[in-house]
């Protein structure tokens, strides 16, 4: 079993930056790709930015992200991140880390907020 931890999340005003951090444990020996999910109110859930841990570590961006976000791993700390750039009102959201690990497996962090005010 894997476990996400999310941190990094708070207030900040349009233009500016923020980056978050997922903590990975458990058996994270198994995860083969991760991402970050986030999910504003009335809305659904949407991908940001997913990461492959092997293959060379591939990503795929929203386009509604591309070119101010970046997505990076550390694998050696099992430690996932998120560097947002030139942050949005529209970027205001949950934030998740989801891992996807083992045969099909796939495990949630708790999710960490991220507020942009205009």
């Known amino acids: 079993q894997v476990r996400l931890v999310e941190s990094g999340g708070g207030l900040v005003q349009a233009g500016g930056s923020l980056r978050l951090s997922c903590a990975a444990s458990?058996?994270?020996?198994?995860?083969?790709?991760m991402g970050w999910y986030r999910q504003a109110p009335g809305k659904q859930r949407e991908m940001v930015a997913t990461?492959?841990?092997?293959?060379?570590?591939?990503?795929n961006y929203a386009d509604s992200v591309k070119g101010r976000f970046t997505i990076s791993r550390d694998n050696p700390k099992n430690m996932l991140y998120l560097q947002m750039n030139s942050l949005k009102p529209e970027d205001t959201a949950v934030y998740y880390c989801?891992?996807?690990?083992?045969?099909?497996?796939?495990?949630w962090g708790q999710g960490t907020q991220v507020t942009v005010s205009s």
């Open positions: 458990g058996s994270s020996f198994s995860i083969n790709r």
């Open positions: 989801n891992a996807g690990y083992g045969l099909g497996y796939s495990t």
């Open positions: 990461i492959t841990i092997t293959s060379g570590g591939s990503t």
